[in-house]
């Protein structure tokens, strides 16, 4: 289990996404969390769909700044 903190819920020491798909009767989640300290969550189909591409966008402008 690299790169994810022990929960699995990441956070600045380990970052990453995690996503709950949720169930028949409970809303999917999700959380985010970068070294550089940003970090967002969110609750429910639209909100988690669209937490996972900032999290790829935000990832991607890191890699943009690392070529410079």
Avoid at 8 to 33: C, F, K, Q
Avoid at 41 to 67: I, N
Wanted: net charge positive.
């Amino acid at each position: 289990m690299t790169g994810m903190a022990k929960d699995l819920h990441p956070t600045t020491d380990a970052p990453g996404l995690h996503v709950n798909g949720g169930s028949r009767y409970t809303a999917p989640t999700g959380e985010y969390a970068c070294r550089c300290g940003a970090s967002d969550s969110a609750k429910g189909d639209t909100a988690v769909t669209a937490l996972v591409q900032a999290y790829g966008e935000h990832k991607a402008s890191h890699a943009k700044e690392a070529r410079r």
